[in-house]
């Protein structure tokens, strides 16, 4: 079994490490994405707290003077810590949108704690080296004020999280949460190791050091998911699904007839929406509904579905409409969201082409109608349609 003495030495070179990685290996990229930038310093703010945590520990031997001691070494700097980690995720969630107000909600909290612990140490006339109810008492609060001020950052995490989720899933024609994956994981375990810590941090001995264990490795996951999503195109691809949320948006009152817009293009392309036509709710913007109705029209008619990678812009940008218009008739639509729309065309033209040509392999029709791999194919196509793309074949 690892000693205290190594797992402190081994929590202060691992956040040392990872502090310098954050410092001095992502300055060019942190140019150019602010918020980037900015998170990147506050998580090696946090990790140096830890690592200087573990040195102090070690020096001093707080944990060998007593429980108590070695508690108030912990929370005096794991919770400024944990907050900065935190703090550093919704930094990059929000594209650096935090207000004031919310970094004065979430200071308050560690600030509060480290009042509570110094000022219990200075009034309540104990020395340092012996153990004091009063202190105890007081960590038990401080401990309480961690796990709040966790789950309040963890509120704000998770909101921010689903409007990522949101942007990211109507924006490209399949699902991409593997960009961004990293923050729900994270998020959701630095909050529940929270849950454990005015329990855990009071004990001796495997609890202690397998509690410490797992705390190394989310900070671990966490910083380096950080630092490997923002030198990637990740977060820039993440970025750029959420930027449609600002662009402008002007009303109309001109009737949407969605029906009629998509089963014109052709009969054996749209036959499909014959059986269930649109949700027509008049979202209009900027009067443009009726060329928005041939441009969906030619653009179905054209098979620009069946390209890879396509995004909203890419459509957009096709068609020949606004984002923000396309997106909202996307919304109204039985589709939902892009996705919706280019799977059931692919999946329509996929059926044809099967029919059609026993002769191709299943890869080659995945790739003609513009799935990505094999895998995702067959995924997409037993969703619509209860059967395998190999089995369907033989059928016909």
């Known amino acids: 079994m690892i000693t205290l003495g190594e797992m402190q030495i081994s929590g202060m070179l691992t956040m040392t490490i990872l502090s310098v990685m954050l410092v001095a290996c992502a300055p060019g990229r942190s140019i150019r994405r602010h918020s980037f930038a ?34 108030l070494c912990n929370l005096l700097f794991f919770t400024p810590a944990s907050m900065l980690c935190g703090m550093a995720i919704l930094y990059v969630q929000r594209q650096g949108s935090v207000s004031r107000k919310e970094w004065l909600s979430v200071a308050a909290m560690p600030v509060l704690s480290a009042i509570i612990l110094i000022g219990t140490v200075l009034l309540d006339g104990v020395p340092i080296r012996e153990e004091s109810v009063a202190l105890r008492i007081a960590e038990y609060v401080g401990s309480l004020i961690y796990v709040v001020m966790q789950s309040f950052i963890f509120a704000k995490q998770y909101k921010a999280y689903k409007r990522l989720e949101q942007a990211v899933d109507e924006y490209y024609d399949r699902s991409r949460r593997d960009l961004f994956g990293w923050m729900g994981l994270s998020m959701k375990t630095m909050t529940l190791l929270a849950f454990f810590v005015p329990v855990v941090i009071f004990m001796e001995g495997a609890p202690l050091v397998l509690f410490s264990i797992a705390y190394f490795f989310i900070i671990s996951y966490s910083t380096i998911s950080l630092y490997t999503y923002g030198v990637s195109k990740d977060m820039e691809k993440v970025e750029e699904a959420g930027a449609i949320d600002h662009l402008p948006l002007t009303i109309d009152h001109s009737p949407l007839d969605t029906e009629q817009s998509l089963c014109a293009a052709n009969n054996s392309q749209c036959s499909m929406f014959n059986e269930e036509p649109l949700s027509a709710q008049p979202i209009m913007v900027n009067g443009q509904w009726s060329m928005f109705n041939e441009r969906i029209k030619d653009w179905i008619a054209s098979g620009h579905y069946r390209e890879h990678n396509l995004t909203l812009s890419i459509v957009a940008r096709q068609m020949g409409v606004p984002q923000k218009q396309l997106q909202l008739w996307l919304r109204q639509s039985e589709y939902k969201k892009l996705a919706g729309l280019v799977a059931t065309l692919r999946i329509e033209e996929a059926k044809r082409v099967l029919k059609e040509h026993p002769e191709w392999s299943v890869e080659s029709v995945a790739d003609y109608c513009g799935f990505n791999d094999r895998k995702y194919f067959h995924q997409v196509f037993q969703q619509y349609t209860g059967t395998t793309p190999a089995k369907y074949q033989l059928s016909e």
């Open 38 to 71: 900015v998170a990147r310093w506050m998580m090696a703010g946090g990790t140096g707290l830890i690592a200087l945590q573990f040195l102090l520990q070690y020096a001093h031997g707080f944990r060998q003077m007593g429980i108590t001691q070695g508690v």
